[in-house]
């Protein structure tokens, strides 16, 4: 059974950074072709953040570039996103999923991916 695991989400002001983790279970990390984050805020779509291959390639949405950077150790089957200089609107609930398949990029929606952690809450307030 494939299962991920999120955590690290949090309250925090402007400025601050969050570390989000999720683990993953049931499958090598490295078998997936893509992994992601997501988000979705109040009221809105869920959408791509950032994403990471098995090549270790990445893409990140305009609104994160040079702010989250996404990573996996492969050791502890675990995915990242690093976030600093976090905002008000990247508050939202924040989701890691899998899917077996290129492309591979921010562009691809929600539907296509596989596998889904349970979210985990991030608040960013001013």
């Known amino acids: 059974q494939v299962l991920l695991v999120n955590s690290g989400g949090g309250s925090v002001q402007v400025g601050g950074s969050l570390r989000l983790s999720c683990v993953v279970s049931?499958?090598?990390?490295?078998?997936?072709?893509?992994m992601a984050w997501f988000r979705q805020a109040p009221g809105k779509e869920r959408e791509g953040v950032a994403t990471?291959?098995?090549?270790?390639?990445?893409t990140y949405a305009d609104s994160v570039k040079g702010r989250f950077t996404i990573s996996k150790d492969s050791a502890k089957n675990t995915l990242y996103l690093q976030m600093n200089s976090l905002k008000p609107e990247d508050t939202g609930m924040y989701y890691c999923?899998?899917?077996?398949?290129?492309?591979?990029?921010?562009?691809?929606?929600?539907?296509?991916?596989?596998?889904w952690g349970q979210g985990t809450l991030v608040t960013v307030s001013s």
């Open positions: 049931g499958y090598t990390i490295n078998m997936y072709a893509c």
């Open positions: 990471i291959t098995t090549y270790n390639r990445t």
């Open positions: 999923s899998a899917r077996p398949s290129f492309p591979c990029t921010v562009t691809v929606g929600f539907a296509e991916y596989k596998y």
